[in-house]
């Protein structure tokens, strides 16, 4: 099993952009410390990237707006793009990777996971679509993991 | 004609905002504005809910200093139920804040300021980030990361998550705090320090190239206001109010927080959801004042600590009297921090913050409760009025960007007359604009919170008030 940092983001007070969040938990509740360690987040922070090198992957959950509901895309990320817009307080997956790149000789494998969305109005819960889709991007999520 | 260059987004602040200059025929700067453009009414949503759920409702006003409003929040709690805290909640209390104050001050320090300030103000808006930092100064970068993981470590640690903690209620904290988890935030100590040393050793020769900015940065007599202990020094979680002039006069001392409305005023203008607040006794907008960092170390005798202290009489070697440029804002930060690792240190230290009564337990017994606290960026005021059944009949919050208004304003004029050809602007004379902004690490998230309809309308206006255009929306 490859030691893996799980960073589920996303807002979970506006419906299916808290499919991050869902899933990480899911994961927490199924693998333990520290082969398997989950985080959940509102956004990205810089900070996370400096722990990187302790895993052998990152897998980071979010939702997607592209695609059909409940649409499962999992990309490995093998280079980061250096943003071109000037930082606020917004963090980016690119530019995420961008500074983990900087601060680790050897980067661990980074994987983009994202659950399609339908709903992202304010309130929790998961639509219909989303909540359908998560037997298996739990199985999907798993398989990576192992 | 007249012309008007709007700068927006301002970009490196906290929310969104933007900036209006108006030139006259001549070329000539006349006025200039800082507009916040957000619109939050928390004072209004909380209406009718119970008062123990306003730390929690009002840690949601911002997603950077939820702990500087649940501190605040929690102290009018205290006093809608007077009760009086435990000393180890109290204190624990106070070890959350300036965790809060430690990772907010890295963040505005190393993420958004140090780009101006390590690639310079006129460098490639592509590049003046903290990529950019990361690029040439990898070092500095880390730096910035580490100090602001290990505040929101401290943070996790305490209320049990970084944002949004739910550890702070009235009458105290809910839980004690455990031995590992002292261990583990005394253990980060050295290294806070450590990381604000290097941090110093930097800055120290970078500023020397900043002379023409801190000339112009904000940098005009104003009051400064701010929290100080019984022995007058630097506090950020208790003590009385302090007003002191441009000249190092404490004007007003040992004012009673409770009693703020006395003192302090608020204004709304129509070019902002931003109110201005201001020193009663001098009228609006004469008593215009500043908040936060520099206002803090001004008006404080001293820090208390060792190595605050040590670094505050370089502070207090820029000038004669209170430092008046707010580009030394970015200094008193760095000072800040250290203050915070060695107060920290010194509760953390001292077996009392095991004591495992933390919390006091009462119905309300006031019907008007006020709580003050120092959040990063300077003076945080939440004052609560209930009813019988203990539901929230009014809330007023005075939030340190809105101290700090009347003073960023004037601060864009002054650079934007300095630096501003009006119908030649470039990038880097922009970015100076925003820059002075970037010095009072406005949290505009936090401080709109002001209810009601207010249109945003841009005028542009002819000198001889005329008004040429209007764009609303």
Known sequence: MKKTLVIGYGNPLRGDDGVGWVLAEELEKKYSLPQVECQMSIQLV?????????????????????????????????????TEKPLNHEFDFDEMVSFAEMFHPKIPKLTLFTVTGSDFSFGAGLSDDVVASIPEAMSALENLIN | MPKTITIDPVTRIEG??????????????????????????????SEGRPFTEMPSLMARICGICPVSHLMASAKACDNLMAVKVPVTGHNLRKVMNMAQIIQSHALSFFHLSSPDLLLGMDADPAIRNILGVAAKRPELAKDGIRL????????????????????VVPGGVNAALTAEHRAAMLKEMPEIKEIVRRALNW?????????????????????FMGLVNKNGEVEYYDGTLRFMDSAGNIVSDGIDPSEYDTWIGEKVESYSYLKSVFYKPMGYPGGIYRVGPLARLNIASKCGTPLADEELAGFRSIQKGPVSSSFHYHYA??????????????????????????????????????GVSE????TLIHHYRIDENGLIKWANLIIATGHNNLAMNRGVLQVARHYLDGLNPKEGMLNR?????????????????????????IDIQAPNGEILKTITR
């Not at chain 2, 969104?16 to 030139?23: E, N, S």
């Not at chain 2, 959040?375 to 300077?378: D, E, K, L, S, T």
């Not at chain 2, 902004?437 to 209810?451: E, K, N, V």
């Open chain 1, 46 to 82: 810089p900070e996370m990237a400096a722990r990187f090198g302790e895993f052998d992957q990152v897998l980071f959950i979010d939702a997607a707006v592209s695609g059909n509901p409940g649409y499962i895309s999992i990309n490995e990320v093998k280079k980061g793009h250096a």
């Open chain 2, 16 to 45: 969104h905002a933007k900036i209006t200059i108006y030139v006259d025929d001549n070329g000539t700067i006349s006025d200039a504005q800082f507009h916040v453009t957000q619109l939050r009414g928390f004072e209004k949503l």
């Open chain 2, 148 to 167: 602001r993981q290990i505040g929101q470590q401290m943070i996790e640690l305490l209320g049990g998550k970084r944002i949004h903690p739910s550890w």
């Open chain 2, 203 to 223: 800055y120290h020769p970078v500023v020397k190239h900043y002379q023409e900015e801190i000339a112009v940065f904000a940098n005009f007599p104003t009051l």
């Open chain 2, 333 to 370: 930060r760095l000072i800040e921090i250290l203050n915070c690792a060695e107060r920290v240190e010194d509760i953390l230290k001292d077996d009392e913050c095991m004591n495992p009564h933390v919390r006091a337990i009462a119905n309300p017994n006031c019907f008007d409760g006020v």
């Open chain 2, 375 to 378: 959040a990063p960026r300077g």
């Open chain 2, 433 to 457: 604009i925003e820059a002075v902004i970037r010095t009072f690490d406005p949290c505009l998230s936090c401080s709109t919170h002001a209810a009601g309809q207010m249109p945003m309308q």
